[in-house]
């Protein structure tokens, strides 16, 4: 295997104190990899005027992957480029819970699911606009019965779903329940969609899915409406293995799965495309806790681990895993929202000890 190249956007806020000592964890293992630094953000700005320079986006088309921070809107254009730039459609974002997890259930033993979102379409076309705009389309409502633009003054959002979009993202969560399924895991994947409502658009990713399923024999295929996919995801995790979703669904809920299993500090993500990918942590930037030293960097940790199985070095990730399971099992080293008291420093280097 090549040397590889990461390059890795610190973000802003607390995010920085979560990916430095990743970096610095997985330098441990000695394991060749190259990781670049461009100028983004503020650095980007007073070296060459922009926060997401020309030398920024060479770096990434150059490397085999990137490691993102969170940001608060300052590297934001990097992440649009990682995102709309690189094509990563499927935003994976696991809720495994592990032993030590305080997880607000009683009984959070056995969850281990995979929430896909769809991570180029929907809402976040950011295609939003006056109603006045909707007029010449002569656009009716099916439920207020009369002309959208009727219903004004006001603004409207476009939701797109496109075939290909819809397709390529199941796909690979047919792909990834297939790999768990290997590994124990029952082989199924639900779709969350609110297609009774929205029979075009999300009717749609609907349509593709069943067609997609019809192909994989193997796994098992069940489609929910997405507000009975969140009483089931709240009431009983368990059940699910792989839910592939349209952009916003995902987003929300995977928050959500973040929570049942303990919080954002705990809940990883990688987006993927068919020649990219990019990893970090589902929180945000943690701002009340920047500069503190208390930012949980696990979901950092683990969002690296994704990482580094993408490129290829499983029995290192697996390591790393392991070693987070350990501390958790250990339950003596957890950071503050975990409800300990080790600051950011001493949970890494109790990651360090049991690698
Ligand atoms: P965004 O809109 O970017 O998701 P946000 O401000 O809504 O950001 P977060 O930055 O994720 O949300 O923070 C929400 C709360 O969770 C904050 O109180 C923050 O301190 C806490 N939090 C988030 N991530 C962690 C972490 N890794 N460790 C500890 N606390 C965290």
């Keep these: 295997m090549g040397k590889k190249r990461v390059v890795v956007i610190e973000g802003e806020d607390a995010s920085p104190e979560a ?13 060749g990899i190259e990781w670049v630094r461009p100028p983004v953000g503020d650095a980007g700005i007073s070296l060459h005027g922009s926060a997401f320079p020309e030398e920024a986006r060479e770096a990434i088309d150059e490397s085999d992957a990137t490691l993102f921070g969170a940001t608060s809107g300052k590297s934001a254009p990097a992440l649009f480029y990682l995102r709309w730039g690189k094509s990563t459609y499927a935003n994976l974002r696991p809720s495994r819970w592990i032993p030590g ?26 295609a939003e606009g006056d109603l006045e705009e909707l007029r010449p389309l002569g656009l009716t409502s ?7 633009a009727d219903m004004g003054p006001g603004r409207f959002a476009l939701k797109v779903i496109t075939e290909r979009g819809a397709e390529q993202v199941v796909r690979f969560s047919f792909e990834l329940a297939r790999r768990r399924k290997a590994k124990g895991r029952p082989g199924k994947v639900t779709t969350a969609t609110k297609h009774n409502m929205l029979r075009q658009s999300d009717g749609l990713f609907l349509e593709v899915a069943q067609k997609v399923a019809a192909s994989y024999p193997d796994i098992t295929f069940e489609s929910l409406i997405v507000d009975n996919f969140a009483h089931i995801m709240t009431s009983a995790p368990q059940k699910l293995d792989v839910a592939v979703m349209p952009n916003l669904y995902g987003d929300i809920l995977s928050d959500g799965a973040a929570g049942l299993i303990g919080g954002l500090g705990l809940a990883p993500s990688g987006c993927y495309g068919d020649s990219y990918a990019y ?20 979901a950092t940790l683990l969002s690296a681990v994704m990482m580094l199985d993408y490129l290829g070095f499983v029995e290192e990730a697996a390591r790393i895993e392991k070693a987070i399971e350990l501390v958790y099992a ?17 949970f890494c280097e109790a990651i360090a000890e049991n690698l």
Excluded: C
């Design 19 to 31: 990916v430095q000592p990743t970096v610095a964890l997985i330098d441990k293992l000695n394991l």
């Design 142 to 148: 099916l439920t207020a019965r009369r002309p959208v």
């Design 101 to 126: 997890y305080k997880s607000p259930l009683a009984k959070p033993e056995g969850i281990d699911f995979v929430i896909v979102r769809e991570n180029l379409e929907d809402l976040y076309l950011m």
């Design 330 to 346: 250990g339950g003596r080293v957890l950071t503050r929202d975990q409800g300990g008291t080790a600051s950011t420093t001493e």
């Design 279 to 298: 990893f970090e942590s589902a929180h945000g930037t943690a701002p009340d806790i920047a500069g503190q030293n208390m930012i949980n960097p696990t």
